[in-house]
């Protein structure tokens, strides 16, 4: 695949001169994105008469701006209000919260926003200038690396549970036996479902997710006048623009960060059906590890903010990829463009690359000018949107269930969705008040059906045959790589108490 450059510089003025379809369509995916439990494959469903009465273009540019906003958008009530908005930002809070509870959501929004801009927009040039190459990963990850991908993520577990080892792992496996609930992958047989038809597909992941973090969260707050400290609202009260400019220049500070996060959301969204979620946990899993203060994750670090944001951004152009090479949607959202896309007749794979060539790099060029457009759009709301976090409790409770619970039953249309909210909300509330990380229960949750999947599915192929999960180069290098991200947190902390028991001897010894 022969990539042309001259018709490069025409796309992307081609995709400015769209402003007025980008710019509705930015704002309308990050109140979407805001929104718990709403997403921009449920917002395009809704909009798909519109889309289907345009022409192509205009449509595909709609939902692209649409989609890619809508990543950014989830991260705000994930900051604020310990709410992810989808499963791509389930990890943004780890760290986004606390800085939110000492009084820098002004900082943390403008973090948040400058990361998944600038992740999303090299992630956009990487995949347009590297599409030939970017397109071979789709061939070499199978089922073997995605179980090795997956407990990448699932090895977070292990980083939360390193300050209490039993709540942490008691919590991740708790989550993986609620993850296991639903048919099983081999024979369609139901398991933990107890009689609950809305069960049979899996245990649903957005009442899940809003309940083990929104309304375990706002039964928390009610116990308080603010979810914000009494230091955090006098630095909140007396902030300018000031937090504001410095997330930015501390996103600046850290561009290599970005990069490297997002090309790991990139890579990962390139294979269909990974996801949001998985990269963004594995990115900040990775982050961790490569920290030089891996201590400070989980207590407002900017490393663990700016990691699952990136990532997470990362993803949108990698979900193209599949969809315009192979005809093979990457996620749900993809799918949906897909369906758009043959009813306008618009044939994908690799002849759509040698018959119409605008369209094809157009859709990809038209994401990377929609995260530049995003930059003034949005940046100058995160001093405003802060604010939210100084309203009272008696105020905030309610708005928070009503919103959750909404957006619980939004996802499927059921009613059972919101009961089924209501307990992980119990769950959630009872792992706080106990010291168990409702994070570990998520990612458990999340990525446990998902290891069984392609787990499964590998050992299927090989017919019981174990060693299949070593067959394969990649696979195997990848088993390297989790090895030592495992092991060597422990090496080098037990080195540096060695280090630091030889100075302190040292030290008696001159004394």
């Known amino acids: 695949m022969d990539l042309p450059f001259h018709l490069f510089p025409e796309l992307f003025w081609h995709a400015f001169s769209l402003w007025y379809v980008i710019i509705p369509a930015v704002l309308l995916g990050i109140i979407v994105g805001a929104i718990p439990g709403f997403s921009a494959a449920n917002t395009i469903i809704i909009l798909l008469p519109l889309a289907l009465s345009v022409d192509v273009e205009t449509g595909l540019v709609f939902m692209v701006a649409l989609y890619s906003s809508s990543r950014m958008g989830a991260g705000i009530p994930a900051i604020l209000v310990n709410i992810p908005g989808t499963g791509g930002a389930a990890a943004t809070p780890l760290d986004g919260y606390p800085m939110t509870q000492q009084g820098r959501a002004p900082q943390a929004l403008a973090m948040s926003f400058m990361a998944s801009t600038f992740g999303g927009l090299f992630t956009s040039v990487v995949a347009l200038f590297c599409l030939p190459i970017l397109t071979q990963v789709v061939y070499y990850v199978h089922s073997v690396e995605m179980v090795v991908i997956m407990l990448f993520g699932m090895s977070l577990i292990a980083s939360i549970a390193a300050r209490d080892p039993l709540k942490g792992l008691v919590a991740g496996l708790f989550g993986m036996m609620l993850g296991a609930i639903g048919a099983d992958h081999i024979y369609g047989t139901p398991r933990g479902t107890m009689g609950f038809l809305e069960l049979y597909d899996g245990l649903p992941i957005i009442p899940a997710l809003v309940g083990l973090f929104a309304l375990s969260e706002a039964f928390l707050i009610i116990e308080g006048e603010s979810i914000v400290s009494k230091a955090g609202r006098d630095l909140m009260v007396k902030a300018g623009w000031g937090p504001t400019i410095e997330g930015v220049k501390m996103t600046i500070e850290r561009w290599w960060h970005v990069v490297w996060t997002s090309l790991i959301g990139l890579l990962i969204g390139i294979v269909p059906g990974a996801g949001a979620g998985i990269a963004a946990f594995t990115a900040y899993q990775q982050s961790r590890f490569f920290?030089?203060?891996?201590?400070?994750?989980?207590?407002?670090?900017?490393?663990?903010?700016?990691?699952?944001?990136?990532?997470?951004?990362?993803?949108?152009?990698?979900?193209?990829?599949?969809?315009?090479?192979?005809?093979?949607?990457?996620?749900?959202?993809?799918?949906?463009?897909?369906?758009?896309?043959?009813?306008?007749?618009?044939?994908?794979?690799?002849?759509?690359?040698?018959?119409?060539?605008?369209?094809?790099?157009?859709?990809?060029?038209?994401?990377?000018?929609?995260?530049i457009f995003m930059i003034p759009t949005i940046l100058p709301l995160a001093r405003y949107m802060s604010r939210i976090t100084l309203v009272s409790t008696s105020y905030m409770t309610p708005t928070i269930l009503s919103f959750t619970l909404t957006g619980a039953f939004v996802a499927r249309d059921y009613a059972f969705d919101m009961y089924l909210a209501l307990v992980f909300g119990a769950i959630g509330y009872v792992a706080r008040k106990t010291g168990f990380h409702v994070a570990a229960i998520l990612i458990g949750c999340i990525l446990g059906p998902l290891l069984e999947q392609y787990l499964l599915r590998a050992m299927r192929i090989s017919e019981g045959d174990p060693m299949v999960l070593f067959s394969s180069t990649l696979g195997n290098v990848l088993w390297v790589l989790l090895v030592v991200t495992l092991v060597f947190p422990y090496l080098f902390d037990w080195m540096r108490k060695r280090r630091a028991a030889a100075e302190a001897g040292a030290a008696e010894a001159r004394s």
């Open 291 to 371: 920290s030089k203060t891996p201590d400070l994750y989980g207590t407002g670090h900017p490393e663990g903010l700016i990691a699952p944001e990136s990532a997470n951004n990362g993803v949108t152009s990698g979900t193209l990829i599949p969809l315009l090479v192979l005809g093979l949607p990457g996620g749900l959202t993809a799918a949906v463009m897909m369906i758009v896309l043959q009813l306008h007749d618009v044939l994908l794979g690799p002849q759509l690359f040698v018959e119409d060539p605008k369209l094809a790099y157009g859709v990809i060029m038209t994401m990377a000018v929609t995260y």
